[in-house]
């Protein structure tokens, strides 16, 4: 298969830890350039890996056939537009947008163009997560309990305006709500409570008539455990912990994105998908601040 040639727009921490180097080793893609609003921190970014550094998205565009997303929410949300209508495959960051509207535009935008989508949520691309979600399909499961416990608030590079304006909710509540939406059937309601810069608390009811809750917060400080899934059904129970999904999570993530562009879209991780999430997302964020 040919490599796909993928433009980043974004130039902060996460890009450089992730994207970056990910999108330029190959085989699967090929970095084609940069853009981010920082010139001088897209410039030093694509010196790193011999690409092009552009000072107009467009220019970027012109060079790629997909466009991989490391910029906050409502950047990603305005920019995935431009890049939906310019034709390109869109690799997109979780939360969609920065709230709902947003949301629909982007996810509207990527069905018009007929453009494919695929979203970020990096517990999926494991193994151990697909396995895991096989087991819990099959317990005929009726309950589960989620949590998402960090100091990530804290310090360190990803404390950034949006989060420390949204919290837990707008962070890491994709990731959980994906997770429990996945091993438990399509949420149908959300019921939420807590402070979204402090602890946030969600009790999830699920089509199937599942009920799920899920525990977040990016302010806690000590010796916090990982990220965790419990689901329990009629056949039995099974667990997910976030320090057992191994290495290489990214480089598949990369892979099945080149996957999906060649195929012209059908990911199950898609625009509609992470715009479904985010109708979750925004109903308990209009509950917390009521």
Known sequence: ????????????????????????????TRLAGIWARRPEASA?????????????????????????FSVPPAVQAELGVVAAKAGKALL???PLAADLAG?????????????????VYTFRYSPVTVEFLARARKLRPFGGHAVNISGALNGGP???????????????GPHTIDLLD?????????????????????????ETGAVSEASMCLTATGDLPPARIDVYGEAGNTSLSGADLGDGIFARMVESFAETVRAGG?????????????????????????
């Open 182 to 206: 996945a091993a438990l059937g399509p949420v149908a309601s959300v019921r939420a409570h807590g402070h979204p810069l402090g602890w946030v608390g969600l009790l999830l009811e699920h």
């Open 92 to 94: 997109l960051e979780k």
């Open 103 to 119: 949301a629909r535009r982007l996810a509207e935008a990527v069905a018009a163009a007929g453009v494919a989508s695929q979203m």
């Open 1 to 28: 298969m040919e490599p796909v040639s993928v433009g980043l727009v974004g130039a902060g921490p996460w890009a450089d830890m992730v994207h970056a180097p990910e999108l330029a080793k190959g085989p699967h």
């Open 266 to 290: 059908g990911h199950p991780l898609d625009a509609q998908h992470g715009l479904r999430l985010q109708k979750i997302i925004d109903d308990a964020e209009r509950q917390l601040g009521s």
């Open 158 to 172: 990803f404390v950034t305006p949006w989060r420390l304006e949204r919290g837990a909710i707008l962070d890491v």
């Open 44 to 68: 030093e970014l694509a010196a790193k890996y011999g690409v092009p550094s552009f000072e107009r998205i467009e220019e970027l565009l012109e060079v790629c056939e997909a466009v991989a």
